[in-house]
């Protein structure tokens, strides 16, 4: 937030002269109005392994983040290419395999690729979209140096909260909009919404109809699937709702079954169709697949996208983008050491303590390391996980990560962030002007994982 | 709308209305144990019984003591009826169908949750026992108002009225199953206290003790009170009560749907039956028969209306 001299950043300047002029003790007393705002509303998630905290709020912190319009409109740029190319990308690898034949990925790790659907070979989705929505994690690591941490082409989650954070900041702080000009998130549901009907597959003749699929109640990120199908005004459903009739999927209602057109999934892939995938699954429809594959449904996203996810193929990523754009990369991939391949593997273990570690499919912030905060004998446990498994593992240098401040009970202290803009993906590529600010809640982490103890911000994008 | 959605509001609003039946069927308990000192084992019994929770129980404590009967209503998980339970499960249903509820009506809902799930996380002292009724009386009360003031009277409504109906119906009929000996004229003393106190008891435990003194001008009187229960169509926890709603109800999803069910049927014959008879009618028929028929007859309504509408 600060400049080197410590003054505060230009698109911070009009926020710190109110901040100036707070009672610290009124702010403290907002943060936990903030909290009862989300716990009545029933904002929350649920933690996996914990019995007894079923339901869990993120903290909320009323700091808002902010990023100017011209850094904005640079970032947004880098971001749309890289969409852009994911979509190419995934085009490729399930149709002709060019940057295979090219040389620029190995076969193996597309076609070994657990994430890599062999049902969706040869087949085209409505639109040749695969990712409708996408999350790119980016950090900040000063003025407009900006890294992609991850993309998140699968299921992207969260957008609840950036919708939520901004309605409670503007239901607390109303005078802070009229002094800063910050542009809107509230129309992401309608964009969604629209973004999705302009892919209904060719054979919906009419006005396309949109359901969001969940897991059920019993899913961590339920209350965002609700509230999506809420915002937008379409039903909420799950498997057991839905059946293959007649060529199409259709949902039970009360006066009987009636066909969907574009199903936004928050389901993952394995679990999509018992017919075609794990055929234990509950929460899928048997024969969905060949209804998408007939062309008389659009899945949102595709099957088979999350294969972009994969933190191997994130290595790549670089090349990715300039083979599909003819373009160098906008956004810098952070530095990647590939543990399935030896030399890599060697500086990997050599230099644990400097690095952070990741799972290939991992995601939620579980089963990494990061080097620098573990202790020896955790390093020393993960290391032996990393020669049982290198195909598992990549690495990467800690950055230095920006960080801004938040409200703690002696007044503010900086912390740790990412960013998580959303995008949406149809004719164009629409991107939200903001997105999820993630905040490490701890002094010096750099963990912001909700399911890791990390908290959420507003997050503002100026017009200029 | 999804028929898992409508399953979902008809049960959350028979689980709000049987929290708050629990929650009167011990506030009528307790005033009885207050009312007379001997014999409130025997009381507890008939609340026990009339919540239909006998067996599970039976199962836990060897015999009937208030504090126990009290704390296996409000707070026992393994009793679906306590009103811990029946507001976690309508919970659990409204979160389900949350995009079909308004705003205030889901947060009165989940208000509702976080109030019980503190207010009844250790047993209750006998001293704070009238607040913890009152805050569940209230919190019930909230989320019917904002239901009441907030949502669209379309199908969604009406589901959630039939569940309230039909729930409410059986929860009048049990207690009149339960204590339908005390209403008989054979074995009722006029005048005598314990009748007098086993009456007032079942008004109390639906909420009527006062407005049977309007209709019926204070006379305690069985047949009066039978009357009141079963037939009387403006008081609204009675049957008949009940049934008229739950006929127009379902009248307004058969108009909207343009098609009927054998529920429309069930529903019209039931309500049919209510009006045409007198008091004395059911009595000469048998009470307690009349009483059984009408809980299995209503128990088919709603699976007929489940099949109907695919619940399922």
Not at chain 1, 23 to 42: M, P, Q, V, W, Y
Not at chain 1, 79 to 86: C, D
Not at chain 1, 224 to 230: G, K, S
Request: hydrophobic residues 35%; neutral net charge; proline residues 4%.
């Amino acid at each position: 937030m600060m400049n080197a001299d410590n003054s505060p950043r230009q698109p911070y300047t009009t926020y710190n002269e109110w901040y100036d002029n707070q009672d610290r003790a009124r702010l403290i007393a907002k943060s936990k109005e903030a909290e009862n705002i989300f716990r009545k509303t029933g904002i929350t998630f649920a933690v996996y392994g914990h019995a007894d905290s079923s339901e869990k709020l993120i903290p909320f912190d009323l700091i808002p983040r902010i990023i100017s319009g011209r850094e904005w409109r640079r970032l947004a740029q880098g971001i749309e290419q890289r969409v852009i190319a994911l979509n190419a990308f995934l085009d490729d690898i399930y149709h002709k395999q060019e940057i295979i034949k090219a040389g620029r990925i190995p076969r193996e790790l597309i076609e070994r690729n657990e994430a890599f659907l062999p049902q969706m070979i040869g087949f085209r989705p409505p639109g040749g979209v695969y990712t409708h929505i996408v999350g790119t994690d980016i950090v900040r690591t000063g003025e407009d140096q900006f890294y992609v941490l991850e993309d998140n082409a699968r299921t992207p989650s969260g957008v609840s909260y950036m919708l939520e954070n901004r309605e409670t900041m503007m239901q607390m702080f109303p005078e802070l909009f009229h002094q800063n000009r910050v542009r809107p998130v509230e129309n992401y549901p309608y964009l969604l919404r629209h973004s999705l009907a302009s892919l209904a597959p060719p054979g919906c003749t009419g006005k396309p109809r949109v359901a969001v699929l969940t897991p059920g109640i019993y899913n961590s990120a339920y209350y965002e699937h609700a509230f999506l199908a809420d915002m937008m005004g379409v039903e909420l459903v799950e498997g057991s709702d839905l059946r293959v009739i007649d060529g199409k999927v259709k949902m039970r209602t009360t006066r009987g079954y009636e066909a969907i057109d574009v199903l936004y999934r928050r389901v993952d892939d394995d679990y999509l169709d018992p017919l075609t995938f794990k055929p234990e699954s509950a929460l899928g429809i048997p024969g969905i697949m060949d209804v998408y594959r007939a062309g008389n449904i659009t899945i949102a996203n595709a099957p088979g996208t999350g294969i972009c996810d994969d933190k191997a193929i994130y290595s790549y990523m670089p090349e990715i983008v300039e083979f599909y754009t003819g373009r160098k990369a906008l956004l810098e991939n952070v530095p990647t050491w590939r543990c399935s391949e030896t030399d890599s593997l060697q500086y990997v273990l050599d230099n644990l303590a400097d690095l952070v570690v990741k799972e290939v499919h991992g995601s939620g912030g579980y089963g990494m390391l990061v080097g620098p905060t573990a202790s020896k004998r955790e390093r020393a446990t993960f290391a032996e996980k990393l020669k049982a498994r290198p195909n598992n593992y990549i690495a990467q240098p800690t950055l230095s990560l920006s960080t801004v401040p938040i409200l703690v009970n002696k007044g503010i202290a900086p912390r740790h962030v990412d960013l998580r803009p959303y995008v949406l993906v149809s004719d164009k590529v629409q991107i939200i002007p903001g997105g999820l600010t993630r905040v490490a809640l701890k002094a010096g982490s750099l963990v912001v994982n909700s399911s890791q103890g990390g908290g959420t911000k507003d997050t503002w994008v100026l017009e200029d | 709308m999804l028929g898992r959605t409508a399953n979902g509001l008809y049960w959350m609003f028979r689980y709000i209305e049987r929290a708050e039946n629990s929650a009167r069927l011990v506030d009528a308990g307790l005033r009885m144990s207050l009312t007379r000192s001997e014999a409130t084992e025997d009381d507890w019994n008939g609340v026990l019984q009339s919540s239909g929770i006998r067996d599970i129980y039976d199962e836990r404590y060897e015999k009937t003591s208030s504090a126990d009967a009290i704390d296996f209503l409000l707070r026992e998980k393994a009793n679906p009826s306590s009103v811990l339970s029946c507001i976690e499960t309508g919970r659990s249903n409204a979160r389900m169908v949350r995009t079909a509820l308004t705003r205030e009506t889901w947060e009165a809902v989940n208000e509702c949750y976080l109030d019980m799930k503190a207010l009844l996380a250790r047993r209750v002292k006998p001293t704070e026992l009238p607040e913890v009724i009152d805050t569940i009386k209230r919190r019930t009360g909230l989320i019917r108002g904002a239901f009441h003031g907030t949502m669209l009277r379309n199908e969604i409504f009406n589901f959630s009225r039939i569940g309230t109906f039909i729930e409410r119906a059986d929860n009048t009929a049990r207690i009149l199953d339960v204590k339908y000996y005390v209403l008989l004229p054979a074995v009722s003393q006029v005048g005598s206290s314990i009748d007098n106190v086993q009456w007032e008891s079942i008004l109390r435990s639906v909420s009527a003790h006062r407005s049977y003194g309007w209709v019926y001008e204070a006379e305690y009187k069985s047949s009066n009170i039978a009357d009141f229960l079963i037939l009387n169509g403006r008081m609204p926890r009675s049957l008949a009560y009940c049934y008229d709603k739950i006929v127009s109800n379902l009248g307004y999803l058969a108009r909207e749907y343009g098609e009927r069910h054998n529920a429309h049927e069930t529903a019209e014959k039931t309500l049919a039956s209510l009006r045409n008879h007198s008091i004395k009618d059911v009595m000469d028929q048998g009470l307690h028969e009349y009483i059984e028929n009408f809980i299995s007859d209503n128990n088919r309504l709603g699976q007929e209306i489940s099949d109907g509408y695919r619940f399922y």
